[in-house]
């Protein structure tokens, strides 16, 4: 199988690699580029596997990926608990602090954190009615703190993603569609009580109110709207060099 469509992935995110190479000096660069690394070994562990002539039980793949982000959510969850930042962040600052805290501490960005775990708790969704009864209590447990994190975190995007493709699978799976509509109406209105009794996902939901009203520096919008904004002016200035 030729390995020229995982080079193409290999190559859209090339720009991290050399930065990282180039500021291997700067902790903060560092930092933030390691993070976004694993999208240029990923392919390459994609390529090998493909030419492995003993193949690997992709079954096991979801459970595997499943059970990392269980970890890494329960072990999230008991830190933020120690530091007092888990029900606490009521403003925007302190909402930055939970999810700056929670990124030190797993080395994840709350945006990536946030697609796995959506990723990971629709995949048990999934899966749900293929295991027994036991299995399906281990799959609830494991469930429950990545939605509890995802929704403390509360990466808009995959919030989203969650929300959309359980209401998806609710109904797919549903022989009964009432009641399929019943369990997603139910679904839209946790999230509306989740909103105002969980400060930090109270106050990224109100940015979308600020942002087209009364625009402050405190706004993440604002900020991934001067952020494209000067994206933008780079790429277009510079096709060539501009696209890292």
Partial sequence: RSFIPYAL??????????????????????????KKLLFCIAPIIFYVDTRLKIQVDRA?????????????????LIYLLSQGLLFSA???????????????????????YGLFSSTASLWIMAMYKNY????????????LPMILLNVVI?????LLILILGSAWLIYRQTSNKMAGWMFITAIFVSLSLMI?????????????YTFF????????????LV??????????????TGIG
């Avoid at 509360?154 to 995959?158: D, E, G, P, T």
């Avoid at 952020?227 to 060539?240: G, H, K, P, W």
């Fill in 196 to 208: 105002l009794f969980i400060p930090s996902l109270q106050s990224r939901f109100s940015e979308f």
């Fill in 132 to 143: 027994s009864k036991f299995q399906q209590m281990i799959l609830v447990l494991f469930l």
């Fill in 60 to 76: 096991f793949a979801p459970l595997v990926f499943i059970a990392i982000v269980f970890l890494i959510s329960t072990s999230s």
């Fill in 154 to 158: 509360a990466s808009k995007m995959s």
């Fill in 90 to 112: 009521s403003g925007a600052d302190q909402a930055f602090q939970l999810r700056l805290a929670f990124e030190v501490f797993s080395g994840l960005h709350p945006s990536y």
């Fill in 9 to 34: 992935l290999i190559v859209l995110f090339l720009p991290y690699l050399i930065e990282w190479f180039l500021y291997s000096n700067n902790n903060i660069v560092q930092f933030e580029t390691g």
């Fill in 227 to 240: 952020i494209f904004n000067c994206s933008e002016s780079i790429f277009l200035a510079d096709f060539i």
């Fill in 213 to 224: 009203n009364y625009r402050s520096a405190q706004n993440t919008l604002v900020e991934r």
